[in-house]
């Protein structure tokens, strides 16, 4: 049976401005609840009367629910009109917040948060794709950084305000800004939004989705539970080989059929490939460094939480201040540049962070951690434009959904891998560095990141052909 396909309407310079601040207005407010309630948490686990091992469900569910729906993401973005999801996307969100307002314990507060977690995982998926599609190809590299300072700044300052708002009114006050905010957000959209992405009739393909939702879910679960469990346990081991499998089962299934539910043979394309990998690698890193910054402060340093955040605070700031800069740097010069650059930086970050020893100002620290994250700031969005560019428009959905599902579980992985090699060093060293074995134990671990760095580089330098933008899709 042949597909009805349904073709995008053209957009003036005027909507694709007002399409963009919805966009990222949205962003800005899904992005905060993704963090905010790690200040919230004692308040909440009080309020709820649950322990902190329960609440903590509240935050790693969300970030389960988000690895499960990406990979759907995909198929809906090519099968319903960008309008109609995009509202839907929203609504699915605002429902989200009400319960949490309104919930009388934690079964009905974790359900609202996967409620979020869902429409956050399309309204984040559709920002993407849209922006890639509604802006010519010289201007997306500009538009993607301007983009990607909201997903920056966003978490960063989640946390603080979350704070200022628990000690004023409550952790339930929280939501009910976001619920304002994304209201409004609504009703713009309501306004100014139009079909502006092609979409065609299709077949939901169930198998595959259900085996999406172990694998994803199953290798993102259990690479979470390794700092709780043994690795040998029940709820590690027989979780990653489970999601390891379905993940294969996936893979092959979708090479195989006519219509796939996510096109992985996009993976063959040579410049998208390699933005996979390079988003997986700077994932992979970034999310170590970003809970071994913190272990670093407050473990060995003895800081308080306010002070470890003060630390971290510069660098994320940072990040989201170069973000729009390196997407006007990579319309101009394209990603090698920027490849070259960010990987450099990130490799003499994490070497200076080798040689910090328990004597050493942490301040010293606290700036080679904005040096790593200017090297995030000059990856992360041009590494997604450059991919997507690369493959045809239509697959930019698939794209994008395998991109941000890929480099979610690469992050997950590295937070475990790098947390445990500290764990180890630090336990096996005892007697050699006595009382310094656990900031030894921190060193080891940034250096393997700077092993891991240096692979990024290599494919900067060599896997990158061109230092210009290869725009096939205009």
């Known amino acids: ?55 903590q469900w509240l935050t790693s569910g969300y970030s389960l629910a988000m690895a499960v729906i990406m990979p759907l993401t995909a198929f809906l973005i090519t099968r319903f009109p960008t309008r109609r999801l ?3 996307g929203i609504t699915v969100f605002i429902a989200g917040l009400v319960f949490c307002i309104a919930a009388p314990g934690f079964p009905t507060v974790m359900a609202a948060r996967i409620l979020q977690a869902v429409g956050s995982g399309i309204l984040s998926s559709m920002a993407q794709v849209i922006i890639l599609s509604i802006y010519p190809a010289e201007e997306r590299g ?46 713009t959209a309501w306004c100014v939004f139009d079909d502006v992405l092609e979409t065609s009739e299709k077949k939901f393909d169930v198998p595959s989705f259900l085996i999406s ?33 379905a993940a294969a089962v996936f893979s092959f299934r979708q090479l195989h059929i006519g219509q796939p539910f996510l096109e992985l043979r996009i ?50 700031a940072m990040m989201a201040f170069i973000s729009p800069f390196a997407g006007r740097m990579y319309d101009r010069l394209g990603i090698k540049i920027l490849f070259a650059a960010g990987s450099v930086s990130m490799l003499l970050s994490c070497l200076g962070m080798f040689f910090i020893r328990t004597e050493t100002p942490v301040v010293v620290a606290a700036l080679w951690n904005v040096l790593r994250s200017v090297s995030v700031g000059f990856l992360m969005m041009p590494l997604v434009t450059w991919g997507t560019e690369s493959i045809p428009g239509d697959l930019t959905a698939h794209g994008t959904a395998l991109l941000t599902s890929l480099r979610t579980v690469a992050g997950a992985v590295g937070t ?40 990024l580089l290599l494919i900067g330098i060599f896997g990158v052909r061109s230092g210009k933008k290869e725009r096939k899709r205009q």
């Open 416 to 455: 475990a891998v790098f947390v445990t090699v500290m764990s180890v060093v630090s336990e096996k060293s005892v007697r050699s560095y006595g009382a310094e074995a656990s900031m030894h134990g921190i060193n080891v671990a940034f250096l393997c990141m700077g092993g891991v760095t240096v692979i």
């Open 267 to 316: 993976l063959k394309n040579r410049n998208y490939f390699l933005s996979v990998a390079g988003s997986m690698l700077l994932y992979f890193v970034m999310m170590g460094s970003s809970v071994l910054m913190p272990l670093y402060a407050q473990s060995v340093m003895g800081y308080s939480a306010t002070v470890s955040g003060l630390i971290v605070l510069p660098g994320s």
């Open 1 to 55: 049976m042949k597909e009805r396909i349904r073709e995008k309407t053209a957009v003036s310079g005027r909507k694709r401005k007002l399409i963009f601040i919805n966009l990222v207005i949205v962003c800005i407010a899904s992005s905060m609840l993704a963090t905010a309630l790690t200040t919230a948490l004692p308040a909440v686990t009080e309020d709820l009367e649950i322990s902190v091992t329960t609440g």
């Open 142 to 187: 500009t538009a993607m950084g301007w983009y990607g300072l909201s997903i920056g700044a966003a978490p960063v300052i989640a946390p603080t305000v979350a704070g200022f708002i628990v000690d004023l009114f409550s952790w339930r006050m929280i939501f009910a800004i976001a619920a304002v905010i994304m209201t409004a957000a609504l009703i």
């Open 213 to 245: 939702i172990l694998a994803f879910g199953g290798i993102t679960l259990g690479v979470g539970n390794i700092g709780n469990y043994s690795f040998f346990s029940p709820q590690v081991l027989p979780v990653l080989l489970t999601g390891a499998v």
């Open 86 to 88: 995009y509202l839907s």
